[in-house]
């Protein structure tokens, strides 16, 4: 198992996924299964989310829009 800041028991091998919608994709996380927004810190003064980290017990997830550090817009 590898540390991490906010779970030091989640996996080594950890999902980043690329999503739509960044705020649309935390509530369905949230609401769906139950996971936690770990770095709500994060979002910028206009309100945007470049970086997302979300926890189910020791499930670890993280995204982003689309666009961001260098993804693609499909």
């Not at 709500?40 to 982003?64: C, P, R, S, W």
């Amino acid at each position: 198992m590898g540390t991490n800041q906010h779970c030091t028991t989640c996996p080594t091998l950890i999902p980043y996924l690329t999503v739509s919608n960044t705020k649309a994709s935390i509530s369905l996380y949230q609401k769906a299964f139950g996971f936690k927004w770990l770095n709500e810190a994060e979002m910028t003064a206009n309100g945007t989310l470049d970086h997302v980290e979300m926890q189910y017990k020791d499930i670890l997830i993280m995204f982003a829009g689309e666009g961001c550090f260098g993804s693609t817009k499909t």
